[in-house]
Each structure stands twice: as C-alpha cells, then as structure tokens.
C-alpha cells in the first residue's frame, strides 16, 4: 500500500470513529469476490442477457420463459456463493456498534449470511418466490428454481383474478417495476438520520440508489466511498475515496476504526 493510500484510510477511520449513525450502501461490487461478477463488466449478466429485453416487468408479461432463463443464471451463481471478507467487515462493524445498517442493491442474500442483522434489500431478494398480481408467495426451492417457470396456485383456485401475470417470480425488482414501499420509507428514514453514509462497490447509477448520495450530501453527511473506479460522485458527493478492491480495503479499514 502506498502513502498516499494510508493517509486515505487513516482520514476515512477518523471520519468514522467521529461518527454516530454509519449506514453503508452497497452494489454488486461487494460480491465480486464471492464469485458473483457485477452486471455490467465484461463476462457479467448484461453480456449474455440485454437488461432491456430480459430484465423488465412487460418482458416478464409478456414472455415468462425469456425472463426465466436470466434468473436461472443469477440463481445458479448465487447459489454457490459464500461470503466474502467485505461482507464479514459489514456484519462485525455492525455488532460493534459502528454500523446500523446496510441499504444494499443486491439480491444475493451474502450480507445476512455474514451476519448482518439491519439490511434492507432494496431491489428485493430471490429467496422468495411471489406473484406480482395477488401477491401469494412462498420461499424458492432450497434445490433451486426450477428450469421453467412455476405457475401461481390461485390461478387454477380463483378462475379469471389474474389478468396480466400466471407465474411466480422470484422477489426481486425489474425494470418497470416500483420499490416496495415500506423498503423506500426505511431508506428515507437512515437518509434523515445518518451522518455517514459508506458507498462500497457501486456505480451508483440506478435510481433511487443513484439519488442518496446527493441527498444525504445536502443534508451535511459525510461520504466515503470504496470502488475499484471512480464513478461519478466521486469528484462531487465523496469527502474520502479509498480506491481498491472492498474485500481488501474494508477489513483494513474495520482495523484501524475499531483499534
Ligand atoms: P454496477 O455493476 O453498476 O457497479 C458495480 C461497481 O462495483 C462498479 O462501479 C465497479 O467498479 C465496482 N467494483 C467491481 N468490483 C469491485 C470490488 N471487488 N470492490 C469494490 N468495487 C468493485 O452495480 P450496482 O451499482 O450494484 O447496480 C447494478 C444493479 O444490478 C443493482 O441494481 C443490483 O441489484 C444488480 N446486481 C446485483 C448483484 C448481486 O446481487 N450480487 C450482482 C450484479 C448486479
């Protein structure tokens, strides 16, 4: 590690232990390390998987089977995924008291696995399956998703309540598709309350996540950021930016916060 780098993350465990409420956002970055590639890069879903044809809620209407394939993928590289030291880092900072909670985009389920406790999934999770019209639900098979799509139950039991969707889908937000509220009023609530809001491996590009940085911003929060990039509140929104990877820098950082 170089000087110049020390010095960031000396400045950034200073600006942490001054703080009372941290709240991390984290992106797909965050689980790269657990074998998960973020979408966008080079070998990552939207390679395979144009996010326009295959990932909105219209497509999921109108051709199930097409949106299937696409969560047949990301279930099968979830599935094998563990956690990583970036999302061992959360979970303990969290138990000691200098973390309260993790607004997280993704939908892998890692940092409730590494033992966070307050998580709020913003775009959902695939362990559960749900019917976006009657809302029936029920937990994804512990074997997995099957390879075609599960029709919902009251289909068959409450003839003609389903006019646009006759599958299940697992629980996870789409293109098209509106945040769940109460998940949008616990995101309002740690953007009034926090005083340190930690970005780790996002582009912080998809709304609203794309939207925190600028709010909590304006109302006087402190910004530290952690990516492999600069992304575009770097230069404008973050008072300290630790570039590398998060499953390196976030156990060196969890160190010098909590000595
Ligand atoms: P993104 O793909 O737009 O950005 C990922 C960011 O992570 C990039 O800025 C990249 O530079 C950075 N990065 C890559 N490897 C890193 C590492 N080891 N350490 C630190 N930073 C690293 O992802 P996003 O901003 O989360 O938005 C994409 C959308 O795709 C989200 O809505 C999310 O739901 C979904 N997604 C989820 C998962 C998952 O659940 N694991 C994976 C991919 C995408």
Same mark, same amino acid.
């Given at each position: 590690?170089?000087?110049?780098?020390?010095?960031?993350?000396?400045?950034?465990?200073?600006?942490?232990?001054?703080?009372?409420?941290?709240?991390?956002?984290?992106?797909?970055?965050?689980?790269?390390?657990?074998?998960?590639?973020?979408?966008?890069?080079?070998?990552?879903?939207?390679?395979?998987?144009?996010p326009m044809e295959y990932a909105t809620l219209n497509t999921f209407i109108d051709e199930p089977e097409k949106v299937?394939?696409m969560?047949?993928?990301?279930?099968?590289?979830?599935?094998?995924?563990?956690?990583?030291?970036?999302?061992?880092?959360?979970?303990?900072?969290?138990?000691?008291?200098?973390?309260?909670?993790? !607004?997280?985009?993704?939908?892998?389920?890692? +940092?409730?696995? =590494? %033992?966070?406790? @307050?998580?709020?999934?913003?775009? #959902?999770?695939?362990?559960?399956?749900?019917?976006?019209?009657?809302?029936?639900?029920?937990?994804?098979?512990?074997?997995?998703?099957?390879?075609?799509?599960?029709?919902?139950?009251?289909?068959?039991?409450?003839?003609?309540?389903?006019?646009?969707?006759?599958?299940?889908?697992?629980?996870?937000?789409l293109f098209g598709?509106?945040?769940?509220?109460?998940?949008?009023?616990?995101?309002?609530?740690?953007?009034?309350?926090?005083?340190?809001?930690? !970005?780790?491996?996002?582009?912080?590009?998809? +709304?609203?996540? =794309? %939207?925190?940085? @600028?709010?909590?911003?304006?109302? #006087?929060?402190?910004?530290?950021?952690?990516?492999?990039?600069?992304?575009?509140?770097?230069?404008?929104?973050?008072?300290?930016?630790?570039?590398?990877?998060?499953?390196?820098?976030?156990?060196?950082?969890?160190?010098?916060?909590?000595?």
């Open positions: 590690m170089t000087s110049a780098e020390n010095n960031n993350l000396e400045k950034a465990a200073e600006i942490w232990r001054a703080s009372k409420t941290a709240v991390a956002l984290t992106g797909a970055g965050v689980s790269v390390a657990s074998g998960i590639p973020d979408f966008r890069s080079s070998g990552g879903l939207w390679d395979e998987f144009e299937w394939k969560f047949l993928a990301v279930s099968s590289q979830v599935r094998q995924a563990s956690p990583n030291p970036a999302h061992i880092a959360l979970a303990e900072l969290e138990k000691a008291g200098k973390l309260r909670a993790v !607004i997280t985009q993704n939908i892998d389920g890692l +940092h409730q696995v =590494a %033992g966070s406790k @307050t998580v709020i999934e913003m775009h #959902g999770c695939g362990r559960t399956l749900a019917c976006p019209e009657c809302g029936y639900h029920e937990p994804t098979p512990t074997t997995g998703l099957p390879p075609q799509p599960i029709p919902c139950p009251r289909v068959a039991t409450v003839p003609g309540s389903h006019q646009l969707f006759h599958y299940l889908k697992p629980d996870v937000i598709e509106d945040l769940k509220r109460e998940v949008m009023q616990e995101i309002i609530h740690w953007q009034n309350s926090l005083d340190l809001l930690l !970005i780790i491996g996002t582009s912080a590009e998809v +709304h609203p996540a =794309a %939207g925190l940085p @600028t709010a909590v911003h304006a109302l #006087g929060a402190k910004i530290i950021e952690i990516n492999t990039e600069p992304t575009r509140i770097t230069k404008t929104r973050t008072d300290c930016f630790l570039q590398g990877k998060a499953e390196e820098v976030l156990p060196a950082l969890q160190k010098l916060v909590l000595a």
